[in-house]
Nanobody
Framework: VQLQASGGGLVQAGGSLRLSCAASGRTFSRYVMGWFRQAPGKEREFVAAIRSTSGSTYYADSVKGRFTVSRDNAKNTMYLQMNSLKPEDTAVYYC?????????????????WGQGTLVTVSS
């Protein structure tokens, strides 16, 4: 599976962005998909994840109520709608795929990673 994240950019605090993660392969619908982010000088951290068929979601407390993860299995694409952005959301955002059926929040639990897209939120 190859993953390609896109949609990052520069936005003012309070603004919105939508990230996309396009996946290759015909088995996209079987994967749990996740978003992670890594700010300069910090470890990569979990942001959100969505299960393969049920579509159930899970969020980090820091983004709950502001971010929404979704997926379109017909298009092999996952999305992250980010609203009410804050300067502390500035990071490189990565998408990842996990073959196991349960939602995971740790980086080592994911099998495939995209290259990352930079989100910068100015104050």
């Amino acid at each position: 599976v190859q993953l390609q994240a896109s949609g990052g950019g520069l936005v003012q605090a309070g603004g919105s962005l939508r990230l996309s993660c396009a996946a290759s392969g015909r088995t996209f619908s079987r994967y749990v998909m996740g978003w992670f982010r890594q700010a300069p000088g910090k470890e990569r951290e979990f942001v959100a994840a969505i299960r393969s068929t049920s579509g159930s979601t899970y969020y980090a407390d820091s983004v709950k109520g502001r971010f929404t993860v979704s997926r379109d299995n017909a298009k092999n694409t996952m999305y992250l709608q980010m609203n009410s952005l804050k300067p502390e959301d500035t990071a490189v955002y990565y998408c990842a795929a996990d073959l196991r059926p349960t939602i995971a929040t740790m980086t080592h639990e994911y099998d495939y990673w995209g290259q990352g897209t930079l989100v910068t939120v100015s104050s």
